[in-house]
């Protein structure tokens, strides 16, 4: 055995343990010291049965991840999971933590499971593009159906201890004494086995299975991998175990190599490491327990509800009576609605609004450990509120500006200490997206960013870290991004079908689509006030202003890049529109031509990974995949394609530049080329 799978055996009972911190990951090692320890398990006169256990906070969280880009070393998961079958001693599994993926597929081996209260289990694999490869598939169906493991495994749900006991998942759940439960149990199973592989799994209504299905190819983006998982999860029913199990395993292997996998592998690292680096500089955050939110507006509300949900005291402010019964009513309906449609409990409602306070007075944020400024977006707005947070607020309250393009040093360099000023760019709606920018500026603390990540944290939200430079990183891309689509207008394309070619690619909506919904008088109004400074050499398209100046301010006027039906809000093309992008290619010369799909694609990549080099070259970003993750958990980009950072590693540097070349050349004055190589490296 190695030092990651320990055993001893203990009046008739061996313990196997399995060592492998900080989350027992079924690396290599693991399934090695298993499969020692079971075939020990099998020769040894003195153990009469088994518990296997994991050591610290966990039992196997998962598989080692890292060790699904190279070809798998033996032992294969099916191979300790066939060992442990074949054991003619009973073996029980100990779940402590998290028994997911592989771990949890380990589980379903053994002769029985038992919990300790607050774990979890269940089959995530399809969050990484794949599919359960060691019987997940079809052990699953043999305890609950085929209809609850397609909505299971489809959805990668982690399915909390009661309900596992519910589901016959697990035979017990226990509040302490795991271990010493697990090996009563093993004791009342010798000279029996129960595998899970021996029951037939349980009828299923076809009905029922093609709304399973239906509900999990919606929820999936009718993904190649949940198509596959649907597949194999149907063949428990139709085919014998070892053949559907050979199918689920060769289907794992394909998929495990698919550029999918491999984009939703690159997201997930790279998710890791946002929180990683800056534990490494081992700075303790400030624990914050009361937030005030100054602004009672579309952002304050959202970050309000945010920060209450996850647990902490709120203020919220606003000089302006009406604007904040507005806000407080926004906040409190939201929790109403959250009782009425079950989501959440009284109790949990009542407990969450007695942390809820609303107040005009100033006086009220001397309590607050952070205040969050979400006023409107005017610099001169901003000053006079920082001065008022800094006349009111403690001396050692944190203070964070939600500013989507104003200058936060600016801000900062006006009060008394400008380290304790930092930037918290939320998306609306706050309380639902799940990207954060946490901006660092010159003066910043490294206390106030690192308490900014554990918010960010502790708010299930996914933050990236940014320097205060305009637009931070994800309005900055997509601005270019933008910017590319506007002059393929200009070009021949038209806006349904940029729209199109991106949402057929995965975007949420395209931007277009996006444009009209949240109107396009703002971006008009910050293009006029710029007009002064415009570099007149520059190609700039004129379309959106001409549709602003002819009322079409996007979905709230009815109409924008598209028409929009007063009754059903549904989007059509406009023959109006066309007529104004035909004028302004007119006006410049431009003889219009075709576009497909694959060249929309391929210019919205390249002028997104070029705003990206700019980013990383400027030290805006630390991190060029910290882009991808933006984009990803902020604009609607799909994540299985990974972004624009994975696409530009996939096709390496020299093809990479030779098509920035002519993206150089198609986007005309203005276009400002970026060291591609700071991607690579
Ligand atoms: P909003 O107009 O909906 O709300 C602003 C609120 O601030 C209003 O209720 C107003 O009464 C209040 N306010 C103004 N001056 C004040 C003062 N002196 N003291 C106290 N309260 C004052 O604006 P919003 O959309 O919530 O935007 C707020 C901030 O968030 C802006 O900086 C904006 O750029 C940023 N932001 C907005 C979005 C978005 O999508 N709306 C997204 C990210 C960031």
């Not at 020692?36 to 994991?54: D, F, K, P, S, Y």
């Not at 009111?392 to 009060?415: F, G, V």
């Not at 997509?478 to 689509?485: F, I, V």
Request: net charge neutral; proline share 4%.
């Amino acid at each position: 055995m190695n030092y990651k799978v320990t055993s001893q055996i203990e009046s008739g009972v061996m313990v196997i343990t399995v060592n492998n911190p900080p989350i027992n990951a079924g690396s290599i090692e693991v399934r090695k010291g298993l499969r020692e320890a079971i075939a020990e398990l099998g020769r040894n006169q003195q153990a009469q049965c088994a518990v296997i256990i994991g050591s610290g906070n966990t039992f196997i969280a998962g598989s080692d991840i890292k060790e699904f880009a190279l070809p798998l070393a033996e032992p294969h998961l099916p191979e300790v999971i066939a060992a442990i079958e074949n054991c003619p001693k009973p073996v029980v599994c100990a779940i402590h933590g998290a028994a997911l993926g592989g771990g949890f597929e380990l589980a379903l081996a053994c002769d029985a499971r038992i919990a300790q209260d607050g774990a979890v289990v269940g089959l995530p694999e399809v969050t990484l593009g794949i599919i359960p490869g060691a019987g997940g598939t079809q052990r699953l169906p043999r305890l609950i159906g085929v209809e609850k493991s397609i909505d299971y495994i489809c959805s990668g749900a982690r399915i909390k201890a009661p309900e596992a006991l519910k589901l016959g998942l697990v035979s017990k759940v226990v509040r302490e004494h795991l271990l010493e439960e697990a090996i009563t149990l093993a004791k009342s199973l010798v000279g029996s086995k129960s595998r899970i592989r021996d029951l037939v799994t349980p009828k299923a209504n076809d009905a029922d299975v093609v709304v399973a299905s239906q509900k999990a190819l919606k929820a999936g983006k009718n993904r190649p991998n949940i198509q596959k998982a649907i597949e194999m999860i149907c063949n428990s029913v139709s085919m014998p175990i070892d053949q559907a199990l050979a199918l689920e395993r060769a289907t794992f292997q394909d998929l495990r190599v698919s550029t999918e996998a491999k984009a939703l592998r690159h997201q997930f690292f790279a998710e890791r490491k946002l929180f990683r680096t800056f534990d490494a500089d081992d700075v303790k955050p400030i624990e914050l327990k009361h937030i005030a939110v100054i602004g009672a507006g579309t952002m304050g509300t959202g970050i309000a509800i945010a920060c209450l949900t996850a647990g902490y005291e709120v203020l919220l402010l606003d000089q302006n009576e009406a604007a904040l019964t507005n806000g407080s009513n926004k906040v409190r309906s939201f929790y109403e609605s959250r009782l009425q449609n079950g989501k959440m409990s009284a109790d949990r409602v009542s407990q969450i609004l007695t942390q809820f306070t609303y107040s005009a007075d100033w006086k009220k944020i001397h309590n607050a450990d952070l205040v969050i400024e979400a006023v409107f977006e005017d610099i001169e707005v901003k000053h006079a509120v920082f001065r008022k947070i800094e006349e009111h607020a403690r001396q050692d309250a944190l203070l964070a500006s939600n500013t989507s393009y104003l200058d936060i040093d600016a801000i900062a360099s006006r009060l008394e200490n400008p380290s304790r000023v930092f930037g918290l760019h939320f998306f609306s709606p706050a309380q639902v997206m799940k990207l954060i920018e946490i901006v660092r500026c010159l003066r910043s603390s490294a206390v106030a960013i690192a308490t900014g990540l554990q918010l960010a944290k502790r708010l299930g939200k996914t933050p990236v870290i940014s320097a205060n430079a305009f637009g931070f990183i994800g309005n900055r891309i997509y601005a270019a991004y933008r910017r590319q689509c506007e002059f393929m207008l200009e070009e021949g394309a038209y806006p349904a079908q940029i729209d199109k070619a991106l949402e057929d690619y995965g975007f949420a909506m395209g931007p277009f689509a996006v444009g009209d919904m949240s109107g396009l008088d703002i971006a008009w109004g910050m293009r006029k006030s710029q007009a002064a400074t415009r570099n007149p050499a520059h190609r700039y398209v004129t379309i959106p202003d001409s549709l602003c100046i002819a009322g079409r301010l996007g979905r709230k006027t009815g109409a924008g890049y598209y028409r929009y039906d007063a009754n059903s809000g549904e989007r059509s093309e406009d023959p109006g529109v066309h007529h104004i992008i035909e004028e302004a290619s007119k006006a410049k010369g431009i003889v219009r031509r075709q576009f497909s799909a694959a060249e929309i694609i391929d210019r919205v990549l390249l002028a997104m990974i070029n705003e990206i080099a700019h980013l990383v070259c400027e030290h805006v970003v630390r991190d060029a995949t910290d882009c991808d993750v933006a984009l990803v958990n902020g604009y609607g980009f799909p994540k299985w394609q990974g972004g624009p950072v994975f696409v530009a590693r996939t096709l390496g540097l020299e093809k990479l530049n030779a098509q920035m070349d002519l993206l150089e050349k198609q986007s005309g004055p203005g276009f400002h080329r970026a060291e591609l190589h700071a991607l690579f490296e």
